[in-house]
């Protein structure tokens, strides 16, 4: 069943707050390692998967407040992004992984509202809830 955004909130164990305007998850992701070796058939480069994951990175557009620093100095915490509740629920579901500010710029239009981008770098694995 598809969904709108309106909704969706995200919140910070620190406490930092905004106001939201446009969220981008990214993917989940790992590397693939060349194993390649003289003895390869068919000039065929090969490879394995790394085991290794990465959690990605959440990207946040939102309305900016003059004066409020983000939290780009602190440690990792825990993050999560809480989606809109669906027809029938009463919950809705969520995304939960620990992160930190890894960037914070500020745009500042001649006739818009001041926004600031953010990117949170997620670290360890990420928890699916769903929404009931």
Known sequence: ?????FGTSISFSSGFCAEITD?????LSREAVDVTNFGSTGGFKEFIPSTLIDS???EV????????????GGA????????PVASGDTTGGSISCSG???????TVPI???????????FTGERTYSAGS
């Open 76 to 83: 990792a915490e825990t993050v999560t992004i809480t989606f």
């Open 56 to 58: 990605g990175e959440l």
């Open 61 to 72: 557009e939102l309305i900016y407040t003059p004066g409020t620093a983000p939290p780009i």
């Open 100 to 106: 930190f500010l890894t960037d914070a710029e500020e």
């Open 1 to 5: 069943m598809a969904s709108l955004g």
């Open 111 to 121: 006739d818009d509202k001041i926004s600031q981008s953010v990117t949170i770098k």
């Open 23 to 27: 969220v981008k998850i990214g993917g």
